[in-house]
């Protein structure tokens, strides 16, 4: 059974940093894509990146790139979503996800099968 634990959300100041991490059990992180969502209030689930199990290649929502990025330890199996230039807008709370497919990283949250409580992120401006 695979479960996913996310851990390191908190409360930071516009323009802060902060680290995100995933717990993976039950499935192997070196051959599986994982992928990062977000939920803020009264919004739908949103697409925020994605890394490839066997490459670590990566791909991000244009929201995020060049501020947001997806890494991995295979040896952990752990995986890590590091915000930097946070906004108030990323507030969210944030969701770890393994696809229904091993190699599918795309946005559609449909496509992921197993999603993990989730870790609130706040934003104060």
């Known amino acids: 059974q695979v479960q996913l634990a996310e851990s390191g959300g908190g409360l930071v100041q516009a323009g802060g940093s902060l680290r995100v991490s995933c717990a993976v059990s039950?499935?192997?992180?070196?051959?599986?894509?994982m992928g990062w969502f977000r939920q803020a209030p009264g919004k739908e689930r949103e697409f925020v990146a994605a890394i490839i199990g066997d490459n670590d290649g990566t791909y991000y929502s244009a929201t995020v790139k060049g501020r947001f990025t997806i890494s991995k330890d295979n040896a952990r199996n752990l995986v890590y979503l590091e915000m930097h230039s946070l906004m108030p807008e990323d507030k969210a709370v944030y969701f770890c996800?393994?696809?229904?497919?091993?190699?599918?990283?795309?946005?559609?949250?449909?496509?992921?099968?197993?999603w993990g409580p989730g870790t609130q992120g706040t934003v104060s401006s």
């Open positions: 996800a393994a696809p229904s497919r091993y190699n599918y990283t795309g946005p559609s949250a449909a496509r992921y099968a197993i």
């Open positions: 039950g499935r192997s992180i070196s051959t599986s894509a």
